[in-house]
């Protein structure tokens, strides 16, 4: 009897921690159907809108090109647009060596900008997992254009490693960097595929139009423009100068410049190392750099062909001595060909000779009255002349 009372005592205690679980679990599907329905009808909104108040394409293309009007005199007027803006256009561009090529386009500032402009278009960014234990981390960016009711997405996983180097990120601060690069990169491209190619290619170009019109008060002294350059980067202007390819300060021009102010903006937010982009050393000499050049240029002719020069020209050698020995032996056996028609020539001529003095030999001996002179002899048959080829000899007996 008392076993039974301890358990329903005990039955007792447990069901009101059972029924606060299901409350619980109540007030928790409860929170979650809400905010299923809030987001539901958010979405049923941004489309509402969308469609009620759709994207003027020839209005962002002014706002962000210009456009030209007749004003009140008949005369043709050009109204800039941002792009046209120095400052904008500078804030506008990346530009970076990569792999040898220096390669230029539009930033992850000016995809934000186009992403507000564009209208009705809305992007968002989704830290999945962060494992430190893994050292990797999954980052999702998705990209919705609403009043095309188009989706783009894209999921990257970031490795946590510092930027420029094989060095594990250990901190938070710099994992945290490191995910926000990557973001960076995986935002502006996939907020720029969502808008219109020519669109992005007409305001590239604009762009560097227009900072190459505003290099003109650098390009005034350009020696001096080289040497501040220099002097920020720590390097000699030497340096400079093969890094734009050009060998005298006057040949520096307006994409120089540019070049120049864009690898400061990508040094300045650390996109880029100037350590890996000019040669280590105080001073640096152009005919040196040029021999390195060269030796590399060799080393990867050798890796593709997978021959040295020197075989290459051997081999050549090679052949242009067997096509002259080749020439050289049509030439002798043209020769031979000469010598043994000269000899068969002669042959000829020689047996016409013996038979000509055989005749006349015959006709002498024939006596002039038969009462003095006994009967002759039978003539012996003449020996047959030998066989006219280019390798008979001629003896004393056959003439």
């Not at 946590?160 to 502006?188: I, L, M, P, W």
């Not at 081999?315 to 000269?342: F, I, N, P, V, Y």
Request: with cysteine; hydrophobic share 30%; net charge negative.
């Amino acid at each position: 009897m008392e076993g039974t009372e301890i358990t329903k005592v005990e039955e007792r205690q447990s069901l009101p921690a059972m029924m606060a679980g299901q409350s619980q679990l109540g007030t928790l599907q409860a929170s979650v159907a809400i905010k299923a329905h809030e987001a539901a009808i958010r979405v049923a909104s941004m489309v509402m809108a969308a469609q009620a108040m759709p994207r003027d394409v020839k209005d962002i293309e002014c706002q962000l090109l210009g456009y030209t009007y007749t004003d009140d005199k008949g005369q043709q007027v050009k109204e800039p647009g941002l792009c046209d803006d120095p400052i904008f256009a500078e804030q506008s561009l990346f530009a970076k060596p990569v792999a040898g090529i220096f390669v230029e386009g539009l930033n992850h500032d000016f995809a934000k900008y186009m992403a507000t402009v564009w209208g009705n278009f809305e992007y968002e960014t989704i830290e999945h997992t962060k494992d430190f234990q893994a050292k990797m981390s999954q980052i999702q960016v998705v990209c919705w254009d609403i009043q095309k009711n188009t989706r783009r997405a894209e999921t990257v996983l970031v490795p946590h490693k510092k930027f420029g180097g094989d060095k594990d990120a250990t901190g938070a601060d710099d994992v945290k960097q490191e995910v926000n690069r990557q973001k960076s990169y995986v935002e502006r491209n996939c907020i720029l595929e969502c808008l219109p190619k020519d669109l992005r290619q007409r305001c590239f170009e604009r762009c560097l139009e227009t900072l190459d019109k505003s290099a003109s008060v650098a390009l005034k002294d350009k020696a001096k423009t080289i040497a501040a350059y220099a002097e920020l980067f720590k390097v000699e202007p030497a340096q400079i100068r093969r890094y734009l390819n050009i060998t005298e300060d006057k040949q520096l021009s307006g994409p120089n410049v540019r070049r120049l102010a864009q690898l400061k903006k990508a040094a300045v937010h650390g996109e880029v190392k100037l350590e890996k982009i000019f040669v280590k050393g105080a001073s640096v000499d152009l005919e040196e750099l040029d021999k390195e050049c060269e030796q590399k240029e060799k080393e990867e002719e050798k890796k593709r062909t997978g021959k040295k020069p020197k075989e290459k020209k051997e081999e050549e050698t090679q052949s242009q001595s067997e096509s002259t020995s080749l020439q050289a032996g049509d030439q002798k056996e043209a020769s031979s060909e000469d010598s043994t028609s000269a000899t068969s020539t002669a042959d000829a001529t020689s047996s016409d000779s013996r038979s000509t003095d055989t005749v006349s030999a015959a006709a002498s001996s024939t006596p002039t009255s038969k009462e003095t002179e006994p009967e002759p002899e039978p003539e012996k048959a003449a020996p047959k002349p030998a066989p006219l080829t280019s390798t008979a000899k001629l003896d004393a007996s056959d003439f």
